[in-house]
């Protein structure tokens, strides 16, 4: 039973790394199959320069916007229309910010 708590408790202080991990994560995998979508599943090899120039910046402003629109916290059991709605706000901000830097 101590094993467990400590397994807990060391879980409770690895929440957040956690969290952002997997946003990354999601962020990665979607800006992938963004660019997968528009070439039609078959990436160009001179567009992977563009891809590997684009993905950091893109997981790192959407992680931040994601964190100033306190998207990263909450129970997300429990999800209203605001939250959709706060969700959608970030994910706008977040990808102008994006095509923003990119200029």
Same mark, same amino acid.
């Given at each position: 039973? !101590?094993?467990? !708590?400590g397994f807990i408790e060391r879980l409770k202080t690895m929440h957040r790394p956690i969290v952002i991990a997997t946003q990354?994560? #999601? =962020?990665? +995998?979607?800006? /992938?199959?963004?660019?997968? %979508?528009? =070439?039609?599943?078959?990436?160009?090899?001179?567009?992977?320069?563009?891809?590997?120039?684009?993905?950091?910046?893109? #997981?790192?402003?959407? #992680?931040?916007? =994601?964190?100033? $629109?306190? %998207?990263?916290?909450?129970?997300?059991?429990?999800?209203?229309?605001?939250?959709?709605?706060? /969700? $959608?706000?970030?994910?706008?901000?977040?990808?102008?910010?994006?095509?923003?830097?990119? +200029?």
């Amino acid at each position: 039973m !101590r094993k467990a !708590r400590g397994f807990i408790e060391r879980l409770k202080t690895m929440h957040r790394p956690i969290v952002i991990a997997t946003q990354a994560w #999601i =962020f990665a +995998c979607s800006g /992938v199959a963004a660019f997968l %979508l528009r =070439f039609d599943f078959s990436l160009p090899v001179a567009h992977l320069r563009h891809l590997a120039y684009a993905l950091p910046i893109w #997981i790192l402003v959407k #992680i931040a916007v =994601f964190h100033v $629109a306190k %998207l990263d916290r909450g129970w997300w059991r429990y999800v209203s229309v605001s939250d959709l709605i706060r /969700v $959608a706000f970030g994910n706008v901000a977040a990808s102008a910010l994006v095509a923003f830097s990119s +200029c």
